[in-house]
């Protein structure tokens, strides 16, 4: 997922309680910079307030953080000489979802656990496996160029 032009995550969406890897190819690596740190806080007022030093690739620096149970995700950036990419004095920020609630069973022991498949999905599935099937075979039993396997007794 793509955030902006020079910062990446690993993941189409943000959500609480997940691992997520920022990837960042902005102005402090273009500029060459040997260290970089992400420097991150949760809300409005930087709870949980952390920085990290990130992991310098030939692709950009990378940092892989746990999102905890908050609303939006704010960071920016910094150099070993302390000069920042903070997107104009404004910082990067993101919203975070609410983990999906909807997969989980609650049963009568009061133990979570998660669905495998949900069942839409498997009926498209299903239907998909009878289109190709239909496709596949009718034109064989049609033109007679399908054989039976025949097992001997």
Known sequence: MELSKNIFFNTDRLVQGSNIKISYTGTLFEENSEEVFI???????WKEL?????????LGFQAEIELPVY???NFCFRNEDNHWDNNNNA????PIE???TALVIREELGIETKRHL???YIWSKKIR????KLLVYVPKLISGNYKRKITEE
């Open 39 to 45: 420097h991150y806080g949760f809300d409005n007022d």
């Open 50 to 58: 952390n920085e990290v030093q990130m992991k310098k690739t030939d």
């Open 71 to 73: 609303d939006t995700f």
């Open 91 to 94: 910082n990067y920020v993101f």
């Open 98 to 100: 609410k983990s999906e």
């Open 118 to 120: 949900r069942k839409s």
């Open 129 to 132: 496996l009878a289109i190709y």
